[in-house]
């Protein structure tokens, strides 16, 4: 019986065009970006970052600026901040790292000297405990430093992607830009004519991701020009770095911002121990999360991407695991396109009980 039901429900299903439409569509760029996204990374790079510039053109066109005028407005300004990030924060942000790195032997130390004093203040804790924890954990740690020392940008193949894509990135960026109704028109008429149901999906997701991604980078700014105020009126060292790591870890809800405390705490610990200063790091980078989750985020997300956060954890496992740290960042978008597919996915009308006849 219930072999049945589920062979006539897929008859049922499949028998609709528009459904076979919209599934084939998914599996063909769910299949590009799986087999073909390392290839193709400087254009979907490209692609992001044009759809997120897309606004901004559509603002100034709807004041009446020319469509070319408002393109190599919105260009120049995304590439004069382009080449601020990468001569001007990148370096700074390079050393920082590289200054981390060296210290973390000392940082690791200096917890494990802390650590191995807990059990003369708590009888509940024993030295056995302390050193069972701790075993392996510096030689893993050590290893990361070591790892992030000898990792170079000067490295040739390091460099050469990285001149691809500074070169070809940004002339994506500008002709998808100007040629974006063109580009989309040849895009469709490789597709049905009739689909409403693919239309119907789209528009939903690009008016969720629209606003996700418009409130994703105002969150970041926020989040992290906030934190590296705070870190550097305090006096914490690395305030620049561990500032973008906070305004980054926006990007991963609930994981992130746990993920970026060990840092925080870590150089706050190594450079001021159990004092005054340090609690207060703590507490300033406890109060900047909290007021991201509890008033930032539904000021920005009001109109934005609905989803639970158990659906939004195992969307970041689950698409982390597919693509890595990629995967990671734009799990919430992909959990996105799946809500939208199953908000417009016909219902299944056949398998609905009959009204009970009148009396």
């Known amino acids: 019986m219930a072999v049945n039901n589920i062979s006539g429900w897929f008859r049922r299903q499949f028998q609709n065009p ?8 998914i599996l063909v760029v769910a299949g590009t970006l799986y087999f073909f996204g390392g290839m193709l990374a400087p254009l979907l790079a490209a692609v992001v970052i044009a759809y997120l510039l897309q606004g901004l053109v559509g ?25 601020f990030a990468f001569f001007g924060l990148l370096p700074l942000l390079i050393r920082q790292l590289t200054q981390l790195a060296q210290q973390v032997p000392s940082i690791v130390a200096a917890l494990q000297t802390s650590l191995l004093a807990l059990p003369q203040r708590f009888s ?36 050469f992607t990285i001149g691809v894509y500074l070169v070809l990135v940004p002339i994506l960026v500008f002709f ?3 040629d974006n109704e063109q580009i989309v028109t040849w895009f469709t008429r490789f597709l049905p004519e009739h689909r409403p149901l693919t239309n119907q999906v789209w528009n939903e997701v690009d008016r969720q991701i629209g606003n996700y991604a418009r409130g994703k980078i105002w ?13 550097r009126v ?54 900047i999360q909290f007021l991201d989750g509890n008033v930032l985020v539904p000021l920005l997300f009001s109109e934005a991407v609905n989803l639970h956060p158990v659906a939004i954890i195992a969307a970041i496992l ?33 398998a609905q009980p009959a009204p009970p006849e009148e009396a």
């Open 59 to 83: 603002r100034l066109e709807r004041r009446r600026v020319p469509h070319l005028a408002a393109v190599l407005l919105v260009f120049l300004s995304f590439f004069v901040a382009l080449v």
């Open 18 to 25: 528009q459904i076979v439409i919209l599934l084939l569509i």
């Open 318 to 350: 689950l698409f982390g695991g597919l693509w890595g740290i990629w995967g990671v960042f734009f799990a919430i978008p992909l959990a996105t396109v799946i809500q939208a597919v199953l908000r417009a996915w016909p219902a299944d009308i056949h």
């Open 176 to 178: 998808l830009l100007k």
């Open 219 to 231: 969150e970041i700014l926020i989040v992290g020009t906030a934190a590296f105020i705070v870190f």
């Open 124 to 159: 509940l804790i024993t030295e056995r405990q302390i050193q069972d924890m701790l075993s392996g954990l510096s030689t893993e740690v050590i290893g990361v430093g070591q790892t992030l020392l000898t990792y170079s940008l000067s490295s040739l193949v390091t460099a």
């Open 234 to 287: 305090l006096g914490l060292q690395y305030a620049l770095l561990l500032a973008v790591l906070t305004g980054v870890s926006v990007l991963i809800p609930y994981i992130g911002a746990l993920v970026v405390t060990i840092p925080v705490t870590a150089v706050a610990f190594f450079q001021w121990g159990l004092q005054p200063d340090f609690y207060w790091v703590f507490f300033a980078y406890g109060l």
